[in-house]
């Protein structure tokens, strides 16, 4: 579903924070040169969008690579004149030495606070050691925020496999394009059960491109304030603030959960 801005009704925002879009040009399958980086800043701009979390694939850029080139972004967006503020991040893939990993200094926090972007595989069997793992991080500090969690495919077959996830504190971000865009199988079903049931806390782009999965959140507000009002929409939108901001966020209790 997509909303054209003139049918918005989710108006009077604060500038809109996007936890999760691969913005740095070269280093992953995000955006290839400065020019496609620049395109994407314009449409986050145009779309409301007033600070990106530039989180590219951990696996693929080391994490002291990302400060310099979040530099150039801003350097980029000033030249431009683009009123956008890029902060550093890098999305984390789940393994069973993540914590060590982690104090091994191989991760970066979302702009330097204690969140953290933690993505889990797409396919196969839900990780036996995450609960786990989500202890260990929370006692040295690091709070994960559980990126696409509607992409699993257990996620997609049994949502209440989070319950626990959430009940341990980790918030639950969806792609905006699960909600009002082009989804993959099985996104747009569990995204919004998700939305419904109180399960989800954040939505952010994932933007490889300006073309494909774009950095744009506001249509998928829209989609949160139809499915579980305009009150909820607007507490994922300052969510994100806050998290941007290393503040703590409070979860609500999902609602009673079954099989999609």
């Known amino acids: 579903m997509s909303v054209s801005p003139e049918n918005y009704r989710l108006h009077d925002l604060p ?31 145009a779309d409301g969008i007033g600070t990106i979390a530039a989180t590219p694939h951990a696996h693929r850029c080391p994490a002291n690579r ?58 196969g069997s839900w990780p036996k050691r995450v609960m786990e793992t989500i202890a260990e991080l929370h006692e040295a500090g690091v709070w994960p925020v559980l990126a696409h969690a509607e992409r699993y495919e257990d996620v997609q077959h049994d949502p209440a496999i989070l319950l626990d996830v959430i009940a341990a504190g980790v918030p639950v971000q969806l792609n ?22 109180r399960m989800a806390h954040l939505v952010a782009s994932d933007a490889h ?28 939108i300052a969510n994100a603030t806050a998290i941007v901001a290393g503040e703590p966020i409070a979860l609500p209790r999902p609602d009673v959960v079954s099989r999609l």
């Open 15 to 45: 500038p809109l924070v996007d936890l999760h879009c691969h913005l740095i040009p070269g280093v992953d399958d995000g955006a290839h040169d400065e020019a496609e980086s620049l395109r994407m800043m314009q449409v986050a701009l």
């Open 209 to 236: 491109n300006s073309r494909w999965r774009p950095p744009l959140l506001h249509a998928a507000f829209e989609r949160v304030a139809e499915l579980a009002g305009e009150e909820y929409a607007r507490t994922m």
């Open 176 to 197: 905006a394009d699960s909600l009002a865009g082009r989804p993959e199988r099985g996104a747009r079903e569990a995204a919004e059960y998700l939305v419904s049931n």
């Open 66 to 123: 990302v400060p310099e080139k979040v530099a150039r972004l801003n350097e980029i967006a000033q030249e431009n004149r683009l009123d956008l503020r890029i902060v550093p991040g890098i999305e984390v893939r789940y393994d069973p030495n993540l914590f060590s990993r982690f104090e091994a200094g191989e991760f970066l926090t979302l702009n330097d606070t204690r969140y953290m972007l933690l993505e889990l595989y797409l396919s």
